[in-house]
T-cell receptor, first 112, second 115 residues
Framework: DQQVKQNSPSLSVQEGRISILNCDYTNSMFDYFLWYKKYPAEGPTFLISISSIKDKNEDGRFTVFLNKSAKHLSLHIVPSQPGDSAVYFCAASGINTGKLIFGQGTTLQVKP | GAGVSQTPSNKVTEKGKYVELRCDPISGHTALYWYRQSLGQGPEFLIYFQGTGAADDSGLPNDRFFAVRPEGSVSTLKIQRTERGDSAVYLC?????????????FGPGTRLLVL
Protein backbone atom coordinates (compact mmCIF):
# COMPACT_ATOMS: atom_id res chain seq x y z
CA ASP A 1 0.00 0.00 0.00
CA GLN A 2 1.96 2.97 -1.35
CA GLN A 3 0.71 6.06 0.49
CA VAL A 4 3.00 8.43 -1.42
CA LYS A 5 3.49 7.91 -5.12
CA GLN A 6 5.74 9.44 -7.72
CA ASN A 7 4.51 7.98 -10.97
CA SER A 8 7.24 9.33 -13.21
CA PRO A 9 10.51 7.47 -12.67
CA SER A 10 12.45 9.95 -14.78
CA LEU A 11 12.30 13.41 -16.32
CA SER A 12 14.62 15.15 -18.76
CA VAL A 13 14.60 18.91 -19.36
CA GLN A 14 16.77 21.45 -21.07
CA GLU A 15 18.86 23.86 -19.01
CA GLY A 16 16.99 27.08 -18.35
CA ARG A 17 13.55 25.51 -18.74
CA ILE A 18 11.10 24.57 -16.01
CA SER A 19 11.20 21.16 -14.32
CA ILE A 20 7.93 19.93 -12.82
CA LEU A 21 8.01 16.90 -10.55
CA ASN A 22 4.76 15.40 -9.35
CA CYS A 23 3.65 13.48 -6.29
CA ASP A 24 0.32 11.97 -5.23
CA TYR A 25 -0.73 10.76 -1.80
CA THR A 26 -3.63 8.80 -0.40
CA ASN A 27 -3.65 9.62 3.32
CA SER A 28 -5.66 12.77 4.07
CA MET A 29 -4.14 12.86 7.59
CA PHE A 30 -0.74 13.95 6.31
CA ASP A 31 0.08 17.44 7.58
CA TYR A 32 3.46 18.16 6.07
CA PHE A 33 5.00 17.46 2.72
CA LEU A 34 8.66 17.66 1.95
CA TRP A 35 10.95 17.33 -1.03
CA TYR A 36 14.40 15.81 -0.75
CA LYS A 37 17.13 15.67 -3.36
CA LYS A 38 19.63 12.84 -3.55
CA TYR A 39 22.93 12.53 -5.38
CA PRO A 40 24.54 9.09 -5.88
CA ALA A 41 26.34 7.72 -2.81
CA GLU A 42 25.00 10.52 -0.61
CA GLY A 43 22.08 10.76 1.78
CA PRO A 44 18.96 12.72 0.83
CA THR A 45 19.19 16.50 1.32
CA PHE A 46 16.19 18.57 2.37
CA LEU A 47 15.00 20.95 -0.33
CA ILE A 48 11.67 22.53 0.55
CA SER A 49 8.52 21.73 2.52
CA ILE A 50 4.90 22.81 2.77
CA SER A 51 2.31 22.59 5.51
CA SER A 52 -1.13 21.27 4.66
CA ILE A 53 -2.67 24.64 5.54
CA LYS A 54 -0.85 26.27 2.64
CA ASP A 55 -1.11 25.78 -1.09
CA LYS A 56 2.23 27.24 -2.15
CA ASN A 57 5.70 27.70 -0.75
CA GLU A 58 8.55 29.31 -2.62
CA ASP A 59 12.30 29.34 -1.98
CA GLY A 60 14.43 30.81 -4.71
CA ARG A 61 14.19 28.68 -7.83
CA PHE A 62 12.07 26.07 -6.05
CA THR A 63 8.31 26.26 -5.54
CA VAL A 64 6.07 23.58 -4.12
CA PHE A 65 2.34 23.57 -4.85
CA LEU A 66 -0.19 21.59 -2.82
CA ASN A 67 -3.67 20.65 -4.02
CA LYS A 68 -5.35 19.01 -1.05
CA SER A 69 -8.59 18.19 -2.82
CA ALA A 70 -6.66 16.26 -5.45
CA LYS A 71 -4.12 14.92 -2.91
CA HIS A 72 -1.41 16.10 -5.23
CA LEU A 73 1.72 18.17 -4.90
CA SER A 74 4.32 19.32 -7.34
CA LEU A 75 7.80 20.78 -7.25
CA HIS A 76 8.70 23.42 -9.81
CA ILE A 77 12.31 24.27 -10.51
CA VAL A 78 12.88 27.30 -12.66
CA PRO A 79 15.24 27.89 -14.29
CA SER A 80 16.62 24.35 -14.23
CA GLN A 81 20.38 23.96 -14.02
CA PRO A 82 22.62 20.96 -14.78
CA GLY A 83 23.53 20.80 -11.08
CA ASP A 84 19.87 20.04 -10.34
CA SER A 85 20.31 16.61 -11.93
CA ALA A 86 19.57 14.17 -9.11
CA VAL A 87 16.86 11.91 -7.72
CA TYR A 88 14.00 13.83 -6.11
CA PHE A 89 11.88 12.28 -3.38
CA CYS A 90 8.55 13.49 -2.17
CA ALA A 91 7.78 12.68 1.48
CA ALA A 92 4.89 13.20 3.89
CA SER A 93 4.40 13.16 7.64
CA GLY A 94 1.69 13.63 10.26
CA ILE A 95 1.45 16.47 12.75
CA ASN A 96 2.90 14.78 15.83
CA THR A 97 5.37 12.46 14.24
CA GLY A 98 8.62 12.89 12.41
CA LYS A 99 8.14 9.59 10.60
CA LEU A 100 8.45 10.30 6.88
CA ILE A 101 6.69 8.30 4.19
CA PHE A 102 8.62 8.59 0.93
CA GLY A 103 7.67 8.18 -2.70
CA GLN A 104 9.73 6.06 -5.07
CA GLY A 105 11.66 9.02 -6.45
CA THR A 106 11.99 10.74 -9.83
CA THR A 107 15.36 11.01 -11.55
CA LEU A 108 15.76 14.47 -13.06
CA GLN A 109 18.29 15.06 -15.79
CA VAL A 110 18.94 18.67 -16.83
CA LYS A 111 20.76 18.82 -20.14
CA PRO A 112 23.14 21.73 -20.87
CA GLY B 1 29.59 21.70 12.19
CA ALA B 2 29.62 18.01 11.44
CA GLY B 3 26.65 16.38 9.82
CA VAL B 4 25.22 12.95 10.48
CA SER B 5 27.86 10.26 10.15
CA GLN B 6 27.37 6.54 9.64
CA THR B 7 29.80 3.68 9.95
CA PRO B 8 30.74 1.52 8.24
CA SER B 9 30.06 3.03 4.83
CA ASN B 10 29.96 -0.47 3.32
CA LYS B 11 29.40 -3.85 4.93
CA VAL B 12 29.54 -7.23 3.23
CA THR B 13 28.43 -10.21 5.29
CA GLU B 14 27.28 -13.76 4.85
CA LYS B 15 23.77 -15.00 5.28
CA GLY B 16 23.08 -15.85 8.90
CA LYS B 17 25.64 -13.47 10.38
CA TYR B 18 25.03 -10.63 12.82
CA VAL B 19 25.73 -6.99 11.88
CA GLU B 20 25.74 -3.66 13.68
CA LEU B 21 25.36 -0.32 11.93
CA ARG B 22 26.26 2.87 13.76
CA CYS B 23 24.86 6.38 13.48
CA ASP B 24 26.27 9.60 14.98
CA PRO B 25 23.62 12.33 14.79
CA ILE B 26 24.16 16.06 14.65
CA SER B 27 25.08 17.34 18.11
CA GLY B 28 22.05 18.58 20.01
CA HIS B 29 19.50 16.78 17.85
CA THR B 30 17.08 14.91 20.08
CA ALA B 31 15.32 12.90 17.39
CA LEU B 32 17.03 10.13 15.42
CA TYR B 33 15.56 8.04 12.60
CA TRP B 34 16.50 4.90 10.72
CA TYR B 35 15.35 4.22 7.17
CA ARG B 36 16.15 1.51 4.67
CA GLN B 37 16.40 2.11 0.94
CA SER B 38 16.29 -0.70 -1.58
CA LEU B 39 17.36 -0.25 -5.18
CA GLY B 40 14.91 1.87 -7.16
CA GLN B 41 12.78 2.67 -4.12
CA GLY B 42 12.41 5.57 -1.73
CA PRO B 43 13.63 5.34 1.86
CA GLU B 44 11.40 3.17 4.01
CA PHE B 45 10.90 4.10 7.68
CA LEU B 46 12.18 1.64 10.27
CA ILE B 47 12.28 3.30 13.71
CA TYR B 48 12.77 6.63 15.40
CA PHE B 49 13.96 7.76 18.80
CA GLN B 50 13.16 10.77 20.92
CA GLY B 51 16.04 10.89 23.35
CA THR B 52 16.84 7.37 24.50
CA GLY B 53 13.46 5.83 23.91
CA ALA B 54 12.04 4.39 20.70
CA ALA B 55 9.01 6.55 19.95
CA ASP B 56 7.88 4.46 16.99
CA ASP B 57 9.35 1.13 15.89
CA SER B 58 6.47 0.16 13.64
CA GLY B 59 8.70 -0.02 10.56
CA LEU B 60 11.04 -2.73 11.82
CA PRO B 61 10.30 -5.67 9.49
CA ASN B 62 10.65 -8.45 12.08
CA ASP B 63 12.30 -9.36 15.37
CA ARG B 64 15.70 -9.84 13.75
CA PHE B 65 15.98 -6.06 13.67
CA PHE B 66 16.68 -4.06 16.81
CA ALA B 67 17.96 -0.54 17.47
CA VAL B 68 19.25 1.20 20.57
CA ARG B 69 20.24 4.71 21.59
CA PRO B 70 21.40 4.25 25.18
CA GLU B 71 22.65 7.78 25.90
CA GLY B 72 20.38 9.73 23.61
CA SER B 73 23.06 10.41 21.04
CA VAL B 74 24.73 7.59 19.05
CA SER B 75 22.43 4.84 17.82
CA THR B 76 23.14 1.29 16.68
CA LEU B 77 20.92 -0.73 14.37
CA LYS B 78 21.41 -4.44 14.95
CA ILE B 79 20.41 -7.16 12.51
CA GLN B 80 20.53 -10.80 13.59
CA ARG B 81 20.64 -13.84 11.29
CA THR B 82 20.96 -11.67 8.20
CA GLU B 83 19.15 -12.69 5.04
CA ARG B 84 19.88 -11.77 1.42
CA GLY B 85 16.73 -9.66 1.40
CA ASP B 86 18.27 -7.41 4.06
CA SER B 87 20.69 -6.05 1.45
CA ALA B 88 19.97 -2.33 1.11
CA VAL B 89 21.28 1.10 2.04
CA TYR B 90 20.52 1.87 5.67
CA LEU B 91 20.06 5.59 6.22
CA CYS B 92 20.13 7.45 9.49
CA UNK B 93 18.74 10.95 10.01
CA UNK B 94 18.44 13.35 12.90
CA UNK B 95 16.37 16.42 13.68
CA UNK B 96 16.17 19.04 16.42
CA UNK B 97 12.78 17.86 17.57
CA UNK B 98 9.91 15.57 16.66
CA UNK B 99 7.40 18.03 15.32
CA UNK B 100 5.84 17.18 12.02
CA UNK B 101 7.61 18.84 9.16
CA UNK B 102 10.84 19.19 11.14
CA UNK B 103 13.77 18.99 8.76
CA UNK B 104 15.58 15.68 8.95
CA UNK B 105 19.27 15.65 8.10
CA PHE B 106 20.48 12.42 6.58
CA GLY B 107 23.80 10.66 6.76
CA PRO B 108 25.42 9.09 3.69
CA GLY B 109 24.13 5.63 4.58
CA THR B 110 25.61 2.19 5.13
CA ARG B 111 25.46 -0.12 2.13
CA LEU B 112 24.80 -3.62 3.41
CA LEU B 113 25.30 -6.60 1.14
CA VAL B 114 24.33 -10.04 2.42
CA LEU B 115 25.82 -12.84 0.34
Amino acid sequence: DQQVKQNSPSLSVQEGRISILNCDYTNSMFDYFLWYKKYPAEGPTFLISISSIKDKNEDGRFTVFLNKSAKHLSLHIVPSQPGDSAVYFCAASGINTGKLIFGQGTTLQVKP
Amino acid sequence: GAGVSQTPSNKVTEKGKYVELRCDPISGHTALYWYRQSLGQGPEFLIYFQGTGAADDSGLPNDRFFAVRPEGSVSTLKIQRTERGDSAVYLCASSLGLAGGETQYFGPGTRLLVL
